[in-house]
């Protein structure tokens, strides 16, 4: 417990094929509400330290093929959503650990991740990446503070269907939509302009 100026400097650590990999598999499958699952296609997952201890739990991944208030707002058909989806990464998870309470962490540790996370995923995918998206369960008593505080956009809400939906109705909870854009000019960059 402590201010964020007594945390900091607050490094992050890329744990993939690393030996802190099993921490995070842990710390994030003890404490985070959805636990821990093996993410599927790209992704990258990292511990943030302080002074050498962990404090939080970020995972990061391939972004899902359609969201439709993302999509509107980036002004994407379905021809530019499918060129140009890879250039999306979504955070899957992050995860402040129970017993840390500093305030203004979380959004510290956003604005961070966006300064590292391009040249981290271009490092290990070979290729760019131009905006960073989250999902925020309100039902979950979520506001989103943190990804406000850090400049982050709501841009939406999903419909509440899974990718597997055949019944066109909600079947989950309905998230608000988060965008952080990594590029000043980010749709020029998702429509492969630049």
């Known amino acids: 417990a402590g201010s964020l100026s007594g945390v900091r400097p607050v490094t992050l650590t890329m744990v993939r094929r690393t030996p802190f990999e099993r921490l995070y598999k842990s710390l994030t499958h003890q404490y985070h509400y959805l ?29 899902p093929r359609h969201i439709g208030c993302r999509d509107r707002y980036l002004g994407w058909n379905q021809k530019e ?22 305030p203004h962490l979380a959004s510290h540790l956003l604005g961070l991740m966006a300064k590292r996370i391009g040249s981290d995923w271009e490092a290990v995918y070979h290729h760019t990446i131009v905006w960073l998206e989250t999902f925020v369960d309100p039902e979950r008593g979520f506001t989103g503070t943190c990804y406000r ?46």
């Open 35 to 63: 636990g821990y699952t093996t993410p599927v296609g790209e992704h990258l997952e990292y511990l943030a330290f302080s002074k050498g201890r962990p404090i939080a739990c970020i995972g990061w991944s391939s972004a």
């Open 81 to 102: 959503r499918v060129a140009n989806l890879h250039k999306i990464v979504s955070n899957t998870r992050f995860l402040i650990l129970p017993w840390v309470a500093v």
């Open 149 to 194: 505080a850090a400049n982050w956009h709501r841009v939406g809400l999903t419909t509440g269907r899974g990718k597997n939906d055949q019944t066109h109705k909600p079947n989950r909870s309905l998230k608000h939509v988060f965008g952080y854009p990594l590029h000043k000019d980010f749709r020029k960059a998702l429509y492969g302009v630049l």
